[in-house]
């Protein structure tokens, strides 16, 4: 009490994330929790196993009280099966327990993929979802894999799905990142998610790094080698140049793409086997950069004469892509939902073609190596004090409804 | 035509009778290959063996997709498996038939060839309530299975396979759930003609008492043993005039009396909590012979089936059948069949044990009456033969070759 009026008690926020966040998802935790009101919100983070150093890390770089709660999940593994032999396929899938939900007045999954909430917890979860690709790509997914790799995509398809399912038809509130990502969560699920945008970490304050060894007027795609990335179409259309005298260096960097070079695991080597077959030369026609810091990609980016992206979802790609924008490199991009709705926000206009139509992307990086380069520029987004305020909303509005559900508001 | 039929499961009990009742009655021009493996082959030698139209079996291995429990450094598999079917299969035949189609990956392309039976999807939709019902890993297991085939069904009722279920209630499921569908599943309700023809057998071994009520099922929590025990304790405790000690039979009962394993101890302790006597107040006699099951049932003062949800209900049926009085669960499939069969029924709630509780006590002292009701009910009672299911599968796979034909491009 003080001065005859009660205290308000704080309410308990805790963050659960087992399986480690991606590099957005991991900022956007660090940038709400520094900036929720100390007074009115104690903070936990909720984890196990590996995952518990990285939150203990999180929780050192803020300056504010955070405990770190160390709470064994029930792991879900998917294996594969053939005779007597069996092994584990894809990233496990979290159950998390009712007890687990008994203490906190709001529940934060920063990305609910790869967790199962208990029914008992739904209705003080805000629940990310920061894309829903991996169950609309299931079957495309399972297809390009090997077979581990395609049961753990059907696996963690059904699993995210049925997650994702219990959750939409559930209190809990869903957050998309994006319209596209809301769109398809309130038609395919039947929910009203909130839209926080977050913002692109922009390159262009960071100082550009040392590349060595690119070639001269050459384009670049920064993207993962996951099948998504679909780099196959843009081989073809590269190839496609090729074959009518009008070579041109592609560079490649991010995740993975190392494993082209090196031809190891199954999608490694079937793309070393496709630059092959169509007769496309590593380190001549095709440049491995890997997964480079944002200070090198600032100067790959910078010295290329254009970007393409020609993923087939809205990932990392699409940031690496609006970052490149902002440098002024001219961009070509896949003409879907996700890129549409990144680009006219942040005032990009790209020359569009679809994904799979590899004389579409032929056609483009023509007209790319002709584009000329604009001046760097900062473009609009959303801050992290913006997207701060919008969970800060949605937690107060959940411990709310939380409150009324369990009848001790 | 030539046949392919996929099935890695094969589950026994009425499963067997419905591939029976199917098989047997398929011209002779229908060349029938099974593929299959494991123990489902082996169980598919002995089916073999017993049909009348001639079966060729395929050994064909493939992936199987499975969960496991992990906690710290130990992990445990748990047990359903996802069988990912090889597209091959599909080569040389003219269509392929999952007579039991859950848990079967089939590859996109062969999805116009297929012809596909769900006979329910209680996995699913009792997902939730069932897996609460585990322990960690059976959990673990049960929350893949319900995620799979949850996946697989969507997949399924959104491709051109043709899909044939038992009941209404099952196609509106499919329809309400996966929908809006351009094609609706067949209805193809199972015979229960093949009860006439199996001989009694002897079970003067098997010490039944003089009166009793019989529950034929597995010992899943959808089976919702629980309720059921606690209405006969009440019955024991409030009427002991109208009181008849319960027998159990069905795959895994077993367990119950040996409570070996999860559902089983937890049964079992639940018998011991409400004071129920096994082998006095609950006797368990697990699997029976077609034989003696019929012999079991005709004896029996009344048939109780207090299962939550089902996609046919085959035991109901049977009694009715053979005019023994029935007393089961208020859902919607067992309206469906029993209606449809003029089956005098004692409906009940299965969540309301008061109720079950009332429908035993009615067994036990309106026995007369109810036992002549049924019979004159029996007397009247007409089922399909499995000729007919048999046929109307026939239809079903011709009318999907026809189909195929034309999404192929070649002409029927």
Not at chain 1, 252 to 260: D, Q
Not at chain 1, 308 to 337: C, F, H, K, R, T
Not at chain 2, 215 to 224: E, Q, V
């Amino acid at each position: 009490m003080t001065d005859g009026v009660p205290e308000r008690m704080a309410t308990l926020l805790h963050v659960v994330d087992y399986s480690g966040s991606d590099p957005q998802t991991a900022r956007l935790v660090e940038e709400v929790l520094a900036r929720l009101p100390v007074d009115e919100f104690a903070v936990g983070i909720v984890s196990s196993g590996a995952e518990l150093e990285r939150a203990r890390a999180l929780a050192g770089r803020l300056a504010r009280p955070v405990e770190v709660i160390d709470v064994p999940a029930l792991v879900h593994r998917f294996a594969v099966a053939l005779g007597e032999d069996a092994q584990f396929a894809g990233s496990p899938t979290h159950e998390v327990l009712a007890d687990t939900f008994i203490d906190p007045g709001v529940v934060w999954f920063p990305q609910l993929q790869f967790h199962l909430p208990a029914h008992r917890g739904l209705a003080k979860i805000v629940a990310g979802i920061p894309d829903v690709s991996l169950i609309e790509m299931a079957e495309f997914l399972a297809e390009k894999g090997d077979a581990v790799e395609s049961a753990a995509a059907t696996g963690l398809a059904a699993m995210a799905d049925m997650a994702l399912r219990r959750v939409a038809a559930s209190p809990a509130r869903l957050v998309a990142p994006s319209g596209r990502v809301a769109d398809h969560l309130a038609k395919t699920y039947g929910c009203s998610p909130a839209q926080v945008i977050l913002p692109t970490p922009s390159l262009l304050d960071l100082p550009a790094e040392p590349v060595p060894g690119l070639p001269p007027h050459y384009i670049i795609y920064a993207g993962g080698i996951g099948p998504l990335g679909n780099h196959e179409s843009l081989l073809m259309a590269q190839a496609r140049l090729k074959g009518e005298g009008k070579p041109f260096p592609l560079v490649l960097a991010g995740e993975g793409t190392s494993r082209i070079a090196g031809g190891t695991g199954h999608r490694g080597a079937y793309l070393k086997g496709l630059i092959d077959h169509l007769g496309l030369v590593l380190g001549t026609d095709v440049h491995i950069l890997d997964d480079v810091t944002p200070g090198a990609l600032k100067t790959a980016f910078s010295q290329s004469s254009g970007v393409i992206l020609p993923a087939l979802a809205e990932d990392a790609a699409l940031l690496a892509a609006g970052q490149a924008a902002e440098l002024g490199v001219p961009l070509a991009a896949s003409d879907m939902a996700g890129p549409r709705d990144y680009f006219s926000r942040r005032g990009i206009a790209p020359l569009w073609f679809r994904p799979g139509a590899a004389d579409e992307i032929a056609a483009v990086l023509g007209a790319l190596r002709a584009a000329s380069p604009k001046p760097p520029a900062r473009l609009p987004d959303p801050g992290w004090d913006e997207v701060a305020q919008s969970y800060l909303t949605l937690f107060r509005e959940q411990a709310i409804l939380a409150a009324s559900q369990s009848g001790v508001q | 035509m030539k046949l392919g039929v996929v099935d890695y499961q094969f589950a026994r009990g009425g499963a067997e009778r419905f591939l029976l009742g199917v098989f047997d009655n398929l011209p002779p021009d229908v060349e029938v290959t099974l593929f299959s493996s494991g123990q489902a082959l082996a169980g598919y030698h002995e089916l073999a063996s017993q049909s009348r139209h001639d079966i060729a079996l395929v050994d064909q291995p493939l992936l199987m997709h499975q969960s496991a429990a992990v906690a710290g450094d130990e992990a445990a598999l748990s047990g359903p498996q996802i069988y990912d079917v090889p597209a091959e299969i599909w080569n040389g035949q003219d269509l392929v038939w999952f007579p039991w189609v859950n848990r079967h990956l089939i590859p996109r392309q062969c999805f116009p060839r297929t012809v596909a039976t769900i006979h329910d999807l209680i996995v699913v939709e009792l997902g939730e309530f069932m897996a609460g019902k585990r322990e960690a890993v059976g959990r673990v297991g049960h929350f893949f299975s319900m995620a799979m085939e949850d996946m697989l069904a969507r997949r399924l009722m959104g491709s051109l396979a043709k899909v044939i279920v038992d009941a209404e209630r099952t196609r509106d499921h499919l329809a309400k759930t996966y929908g809006p569908l351009s094609r609706l599943p067949d209805v193809v309700p199972l015979s229960t003609e093949h009860m006439r023809e199996i001989q009694p057998a002897p079970i003067d071994d098997l010490g039944l008492p003089e009166r009793f009520v019989l529950y034929p099922a597995n010992y899943s929590s959808h089976k919702n043993h629980e309720s059921l025990f606690v209405a006969l304790a009440k019955v024991k405790e409030s009427r002991p005039d109208a009181y008849m000690p319960l027998v159990l039979t069905g795959g895994s009962t077993g367990n119950i009396a040996s409570g070996v394993d999860y559902r089983g101890g937890y049964l079992k302790a639940l018998l011991g909590h409400l004071k129920l006597e096994i082998g006095r107040d609950v006797i368990i006699l697990g699997v029976l012979d077609d034989g003696r099951f019929r012999s079991v049932l005709s004896r029996a003062a009344g048939l109780v089936f207090p299962t939550l949800l089902e996609g046919f209900g085959f035991p109901p049926l049977e009694a009715g059948l053979l005019g023994i009085p029935v007393a089961c669960s208020d859902i919607e499939v067992l309206r469906e069949s029993l209606e449809r069969h003029n089956v005098p029924t004692l409906w009940f709630q299965p969540g309301v044990p008061d109720e079950i509780a009332a429908a035993l006590v009615r067994l036990g002292t309106e026995g007369e009456s109810l036992r002549a009701a049924a019979a004159q009910a029996a007397a009247a009672f007409r089922d399909l033969s499995w000729a007919e299911v048999s046929a109307q599968y026939l239809q079903a796979f011709r009318d999907q070759i026809m189909m195929a034909s034309m999404y192929d491009g070649r002409g029927a």
